[in-house]
């Protein structure tokens, strides 16, 4: 896509910023905002009561009431980050059409081009961008590699890589692109991404960190403090395929090791949250808290992120920093245990990197 492919004189007023988006999210915010006109969501997410909450974090809290009836139920166990995929359950492959904003996939040229209108034919492998019919923020997307391959909820180093190309594409650092794995709150076992456009700077990309290592590629580790949920975050390196390969290799450990995780890609790929949890864990194994139980909330990346959907006014009216962080210290992971998955992270990535090194020699 380039900037020809459209004007950008008539731009929507609804965004301040407008005149400075790229061709990419201009086209995306204008595909979105016609979905809504046809009347394809569930709700009018501009009609949601949304609050900044005071504190140290500035928790964002939205309230959709009755988001959690409308959505479409997840049809596989938590207990397993991998299964196989089944195309007997609902998967992106049955959405309506209308619901399809755009497809694209890999060219042979070194620049982009946009096709209004293109035949399905030149689409056969390609990937898709969807809305989310349940939306909890602006432009609310659902991006799928390879929609018609039918790949599993699964991170691999192309389809996270993809993820990544988007994310800078959008040139913005309001609109992030996210993963939950399953066991982590992904509710479809097809494999996709979201993102939306939110106009504050998340929690978790505000919250101190404390550098672990800096790898030979350039990309450097560092790990949350003072934040409610443990987690990692990545950035540097020459360019962002070697982010996105050392962040995709982290996530293919963690699943095949059968732990949940949830992934936030932020300032335009530029860094990279990971984040894991292990909330659904403790719902099976009875141990999670009645009070956040009776919430119906699910943690999936936004909420880790510092971005709560609440599903009733009540919550919505009585909550504070204090109740927030307190149920995301029991979404995510114990001081022990994230140290000793720190541990094995490290370890992983020092064996990898041996092993590389190696080959190379």
């Known amino acids: 896509m380039d900037g020809k492919s459209f004007g950008l004189s008539c731009l929507s007023d609804k965004e301040d910023d407008s005149l400075n988006l790229s061709p990419f999210l201009y086209k995306l915010f204008r595909e979105w905002e016609d979905r809504k006109a046809r009347g394809l969501f569930h ?7 949304t609050k900044v909450l005071p504190g140290e974090h500035n928790f ?3 309230l959709i009431e009755g988001r959690d009836q409308k959505k479409r139920p997840t049809e596989f166990g938590m207990n397993q980050v991998l299964q196989p995929f089944d195309s007997g359950k609902f998967n992106f492959t049955k959405v309506r059409p209308e619901e399809v904003i755009f497809r694209f996939c890999e060219t042979d040229k070194d620049y982009a081009h946009y096709f209004d209108g293109a035949p399905d034919t030149i689409s056969a492998s390609s990937s898709a961008i969807l809305i989310n019919v349940s939306p909890i923020g602006y432009c609310h997307v659902l991006l799928t590699p390879k929609i018609q391959d039918c790949l599993p909820q699964r991170i691999g180093q192309e389809s996270f890589l993809i993820a990544m190309y988007v994310a800078r594409e959008a040139r913005n650092s309001f609109f992030r692109v996210g993963y939950n794995s399953l066991g982590g709150f992904a509710t479809i076992n097809h494999l996709h991404f979201q993102a939306y456009y939110l106009k504050v700077q998340y929690p978790v990309e505000k919250a101190t960190t404390d550098k672990l290592t800096t790898l030979v590629n ?3 580790i560092a790990q949350l403090v003072h934040y409610p949920v443990s987690g990692f975050v990545f950035e540097g390196g ?4 070697d982010l996105s390969d050392l962040v995709s290799k982290v996530c293919i450990f963690l699943q095949d090791s059968n732990r949940p995780f949830n992934v936030l890609i932020s300032e335009s790929g530029k860094r990279v949250f990971l984040l894991p949890q292990s909330y659904a864990e403790k719902q099976l194994l009875g141990k999670a808290s009645q009070e956040f139980l ?6 999936a990346i936004w909420e880790l992120s510092g971005h709560l959907v609440l599903k009733r006014r009540k919550d919505y009216d009585d909550t504070s920093e204090a109740n927030i962080s307190r149920f995301l210290v029991e979404a995510g ?3 022990t245990e994230f140290q000793e998955l720190k541990r094995c992270v490290l370890d992983f990535l020092t064996v990898s990197a041996a092993c590389n090194s190696d080959i190379d020699a």
């Open 238 to 241: 020459a360019n962002l395929e």
């Open 43 to 49: 709700h009018d997410i501009s009609s949601c009561d």
């Open 218 to 220: 350039g990309v450097s």
């Open 294 to 299: 009776d919430m119906r909330i699910n943690p």
């Open 333 to 335: 992971l114990s001081e």
């Open 60 to 62: 964002v809290a939205t």
